[in-house]
């Protein structure tokens, strides 16, 4: 019987000789395509390179008229090479000039052929160009021929991604590979980041293509396997995972992908056709991603990311590859991801990071909140972007309009570069104003402070001139840590805190996990709408030994000194109640063992529910002070998902109708004459903020990035001129115009910079 695939393996024998060779690159792909065309007892062989146009260009020929060469073009999806680099899907035909899509190129002299097997150059599932050969005789080609076809096209996408063809680019004209692009994705932290992508799960890169040793390179592809079905295995037999789950469906579909025989047949044939074991992965992955990158049906592309996961697993088994070296982490880091936990993003250096670009999240994700809180631009559900991009691609991200720029155009980098100077200068006039006092045009002192949540929070406490920190978020930490925090790890994180806030005040909020905060080693049961089930306040009252232990680390930790400790998600006042006596015990437990007590303790709220609208006066005089979480707030009174694009834009934060919620707090608290905050996204634009100190709010809490341009609004600003106006038109039945143009408009005709 014949061995098909002893022809496949001589041909990458005589290519890896070529590649060996010290040869221009026009030379080195000439004698590719005449060794292709000998090896297949091909009268043509033609690579076609998709250029950053569009355009399929002919780069090298055997066969055809070589003055066609680098002359003769077709555009994506023209032609049968087009159609070819279109799909990503090869054609094998008898009869080329009977196919609805041939196009006839004088220049070629191709009339005279009729079979014809093209393949795509594919590197990640992205058409590079078209490797083809042709015959007159009108015949189908066998399978281990297209098999030889398509794993010579792997060589030709590395030279390709390589950049070897750059030196035989026509003058102007620059491959797809170096192709300008644009992605639309969603603004989850403002900030211009000019820099050079770093892939958060690096692209392995497979060098050694070609195998010397079938029967060597097969066993290296079983241990591989039979490794990355142990470590599967392992993952799906922990405590945390035993339980069902949405985690736990993931794994089990891992494992279903890591058994299939299907998958395993396609590597062990590619490896038979003479690549190494590494090579065959990388191919069949490519392959099966540029088959499913052009599906339509959201779970079969879920499915794709969840295979081209496993395949990057598997090569890590193969090459041995751990991650990435710091030593080429650039100054200037844009990351790239399509999703990230937020202890995974602390473990980059601070200050080499310019921005964050993710597929997947939220504005509301723990990662989106830590990279805020590091003052990095973010944008979030940048589809597909991962795929496009290289490590050391340069980068503009736009975190003001929710756009990246990947391999910017010149004149659109000199564009940003201004755009960021611009920035700069008003960075160094919200600088100067740091120790401005925060009063109105006319005398009203605002209280303008920040949120934090983590020690690498607390220098932009002084940088950002705020007076204290409104809203500390404890659960950061436990969200970081692979293991539940110890009551004296929370306790010297507290002290910490208050250490370095040099005696501004702090309030403390207590745990608020649950809902999209999961906790790694936590047990939670799967909900169908986790933002309204078991998380913050409920949880913590559940498990009263969790809170209780953090109530005893804030209180040591502010022994002597002063300490202020609000609840999340609060729906009615006994909770408050409930939560109180637990907190009274730990005082008494404290006492009784000698250990010393905050010599001044308040106790107060996070008003987020809508419920507590209807216990707004009971509830004023249960506590010391309150705070407005305006993100949750809304999010319920308006049942409205922020993390749903469809229907976060829908409705406005300064709408009448929330804003007449926000005021009917206001009013409540000055009744009870309760000190009152509001924390959350709309403290920190200017011109919500205008709206909040309109209705007679005076403290806040944002972003430390937001202090400044705020305070340069608010120095400008008269409130009582203000607050007359907006109030009227709150008041009105009939408005004729939004508040959001009065507010515009209020703010054009008094010189308020918004």
């Known amino acids: 019987m014949r061995d098909l695939s002893a022809g496949p393996r001589v041909l990458l024998k005589r290519l890896r000789e070529i590649m060996a060779e010290p040869l221009e690159p026009q030379d080195r792909l000439d004698r590719i395509v005449r060794q292709i065309a000998s090896n297949m007892v091909a009268e043509v062989c033609s690579v076609y390179v998709l250029r950053s146009d569009s355009v399929l260009e002919l780069y090298a020929t055997e066969g055809l008229n070589p003055d066609a060469v680098h002359l003769a073009q077709l555009k994506m999806g023209q032609g049968l090479v087009g159609t070819i680099a279109a799909s990503a899907q090869p054609l094998n035909l008898t009869d080329a000039q009977a196919h609805p899509a041939f196009r006839y190129l004088p220049e070629t002299g191709e009339e005279i052929y009729n079979s014809f097997l093209g393949v795509p150059i594919l590197r990640a599932g992205r058409s590079l160009g078209v490797l083809v050969v042709q015959n007159k005789a009108q015949r189908n080609y066998r399978e281990d021929e297209l098999e030889a076809l398509e794993t010579t096209a792997m060589v030709l996408a590395e030279m390709i991604a390589t950049g070897d063809l750059k030196k035989i680019t026509r003058p102007g004209l620059e491959l797809d590979l170096t192709r300008a692009v644009t992605i639309q994705g969603d603004s989850y932290s403002e900030g211009i980041g000019l820099g050079h992508v770093v892939l958060h799960e690096p692209r392995i890169v497979v060098t050694n293509l070609l195998n010397e040793d079938t029967d060597t390179e097969i066993q290296r592809m079983a241990e591989a396997l039979g490794s990355l079905?142990?470590?599967?295995?392992?993952?799906?037999?922990?405590?945390?995972?035993?339980?069902?789950?949405?985690?736990?469906?993931?794994?089990?579909?891992?494992?279903?992908?890591?058994?299939?025989?299907?998958?395993?047949?396609?590597?062990?044939?590619?490896?038979?056709?003479?690549?190494?074991?590494?090579?065959?992965?990388?191919?069949?992955?490519?392959?099966?991603?540029?088959?499913?990158?052009?599906?339509?049906?959201?779970?079969?592309?879920?499915?794709?990311h969840d295979f081209d996961d496993l395949a990057n697993?598997?090569?890590?088994?193969?090459?041995?590859?751990?991650?990435?070296?710091?030593?080429?982490?650039?100054?200037?880091a844009v990351i790239f991801a399509r999703a990230m936990g937020a202890a995974e993003l602390l473990d980059y250096p601070r200050q080499n990071i310019r921005g964050l670009v993710l597929e997947e999240g939220a504005v509301t994700s723990h990662v989106v909140i830590v990279a805020r809180a590091m003052g990095i631009a973010v944008v979030g559900q940048a589809s597909g972007v991962v795929a496009l991009a290289e490590n050391g691609d340069p980068v503009i991200i736009d975190g003001d309009d929710g756009q990246v720029h990947l391999r910017p155009m010149v004149d659109l980098q000199v564009a940003y570069e201004e755009k960021v100077k611009l920035r700069a200068r008003r960075q160094e006039q919200f600088r100067a104003l740091r120790d401005v006092e925060p009063l109105s045009k006319d005398g009203q002192h605002i209280k303008l402070q920040m949120n934090a949540g983590l020690m690498v929070d607390l220098p932009q406490l002084a940088e950002s001139g705020a007076e204290g920190i409104g809203l500390f978020r404890t659960e950061l930490q436990f969200m970081i840590a692979s293991t539940m925090p110890k009551a004296e790890e929370q306790e010297g994180l507290y002290r910490n805190v208050l250490k370095q806030a040099k005696g501004l005040p702090v309030t403390f909020r207590t745990l608020d996990i649950g809902g999209d905060k999961v906790l790694p080693y936590f047990r939670s049961h799967e909900e169908e709408n986790p933002a309204l089930g078991w998380r913050a306040i409920r949880l913590s009252l559940d498990r009263p030994g969790l809170l209780r232990t953090q109530m005893r680390a804030?209180?040591?930790?502010?022994?002597?000194?002063?300490?202020?400790?609000?609840?999340?998600?609060?729906?009615?006042?006994?909770?408050?109640?409930?939560?109180?006596?637990?907190?009274?015990?730990?005082?008494?437990?404290?006492?009784?063992?000698?250990?010393?007590?905050?010599?001044?303790?308040?106790?107060?709220?996070?008003?987020?529910?809508p419920a507590l609208l209807w216990q707004l006066d009971e509830l004023m005089q249960q506590v010391d002070f309150v705070s407005i979480g305006s993100n949750d707030l809304f999010q319920f009174s308006m049942a409205v998902d922020r993390g749903n694009a469809r229907v976060a834009d829908r409705f406005d934060l300064l709408g009448r109708p929330f804003l007449r919620i926000l005021r009917d707090i206001v009013r409540?608290?000055?009744?009870?004459?309760?000190?009152?905050?509001?924390?959350?996204?709309m403290a920190g634009k200017p011109l919500s903020s205008m709206a909040l100190f309109g209705i007679g709010l005076r403290s806040v809490s944002m972003s430390p990035t937001a202090i400044g341009p705020v305070k340069a609004m608010l120095l400008q600003l008269d409130i009582a001129k203000l607050s007359a106006e907006l109030n009227a038109l709150l008041d009105e039945v009939h408005p004729t115009e939004s508040v959001r143009g009065f507010l515009l408009r209020f703010a054009e005709q008094n010189g308020v910079p918004v």
């Not at 052009?294 to 779970?299: A, I």
């Not at 088994?317 to 710091?326: E, P």
């Not at 502010?558 to 300490?563: C, I, K, N, P, T």
């Not at 009274?584 to 529910?609: I, T, Y």
């Open 229 to 304: 079905r142990i470590s599967i295995d392992d993952m799906l037999s922990r405590r945390e995972i035993a339980m069902e789950g949405e985690h736990r469906d993931v794994l089990e579909t891992y494992r279903m992908f890591a058994h299939d025989q299907g998958w395993v047949r396609r590597m062990e044939e590619a490896i038979r056709n003479g690549l190494t074991a590494e090579a065959a992965v990388e191919k069949v992955q490519s392959d099966t991603k540029a088959r499913m990158m052009r599906l339509t049906d959201p779970y079969m592309r879920e499915r794709m």
């Open 668 to 681: 409540a608290a000055d009744r009870h004459d309760t000190p009152l905050t509001l924390c959350g996204e």
């Open 313 to 332: 697993r598997l090569l890590r088994q193969l090459t041995g590859f751990s991650g990435r070296g710091t030593d080429s982490f650039p100054t200037d």
């Open 554 to 609: 804030l209180l040591k930790a502010a022994a002597g000194g002063e300490l202020k400790m609000m609840l999340p998600m609060i729906t009615e006042v006994a909770e408050v109640r409930a939560a109180r006596e637990l907190l009274q015990k730990e005082v008494q437990h404290l006492s009784k063992f000698g250990h010393g007590l905050p010599r001044r303790l308040q106790f107060g709220v996070m008003l987020e529910v």
